[in-house]
């Protein structure tokens, strides 16, 4: 079946470092989604990507979308403490519309 | 505006008993879907409901079931529970009609399996 695969699942920086976590599909995304999850909380939608080579920002955050739609990333730039938490990528396989949520990247930030 | 709401909270269970959740979604939000999310294994999508009828179906045995009712509100049933059934559960509310939209989670049920 379809996969999406993440990478790193964890990650430790120090403060002002900059963070980037790769997500990788086996078969062709019709969009994909980023959702922050801080801990002892519950996911929160962050943005979707829907074009093909896509990118957005969001203040220090950066997101891509893949030319052939089945790889996306989120960088961000100059960490802080408040950054901390886990990184979820979704994707909607094409064929079969199911939402797939990636594994996760935990983000560790040392002040 | 309200979100969405899962109860129970935390929750307790021995082997072999089994499970209703429930879940509220935001006003108006017609999808609602379900995952198990553990350590380690991250979101596992467990079904979707959109207007009473499940339109998709995660890989989980038969022992997970769910519904929708008109007023779009969600319950999901773990029956003869197992241990390895201990995660959080949450569910997501959406007003897409077409599984584009953003997902709006509910805060989770915890359940421990004994």
Redo the contacts between chains.
């Keep these: 079946g379809q996969q999406v695969m993440q990478i790193p699942q964890y990650q430790h920086v120090q403060e002002g470092e900059d963070f980037t976590t790769y997500c990788n599909s086996s078969t062709t995304l019709s969009n994909i989604q980023w959702y922050k999850q801080r801990p002892g909380g519950h996911p929160v939608f962050l943005i979707q990507l829907v074009k093909s080579g896509e990118v957005k920002k969001q203040k220090r955050l950066t997101f891509q979308f893949g030319e052939a739609k089945k790889n996306s990333s989120l960088h961000i730039t100059a960490t802080q403490t408040t950054d901390v938490g886990t990184y979820f990528c979704a994707g909607i396989n094409s064929n079969t519309g199911k939402l797939i949520f990636g594994q996760g990247t935990t983000l560790q930030v040392k002040p | 505006k309200a979100g969405v709401t899962q109860t129970p909270r935390y929750l307790i269970k021995t082997r072999g008993q089994q499970v209703t959740l429930s879940c509220s979604p935001i006003s108006g939000h017609r999808s609602v879907?379900w995952?198990q999310q553990t350590p380690?294994?991250?979101?596992?999508?467990l079904f979707?409901y959109f207007s009473e009828t499940q339109?998709?179906k995660?890989?989980f045995p038969g022992r997970f079931s769910g519904r929708q009712f008109s007023n779009s509100r969600s319950e999901m049933n773990v029956s003869t529970l197992e241990l390895g059934d201990s995660a959080l559960y949450?569910c997501?509310s959406s007003s897409a009609r077409d599984?584009?939209g953003?997902?709006?989670?509910?805060?989770?049920s915890r359940l421990t399996v004994l």
Excluded: D, K
Excluded at chain 2, 40 to 45: A, D, I, P, S
Excluded at chain 2, 102 to 108: A, D, K, R, T, V
């Design positions: 879907s995952y380690g294994q991250g979101l596992q999508f979707e339109r998709n995660g890989n949450l997501a599984r584009t953003e997902l709006f989670f509910g805060e989770g």
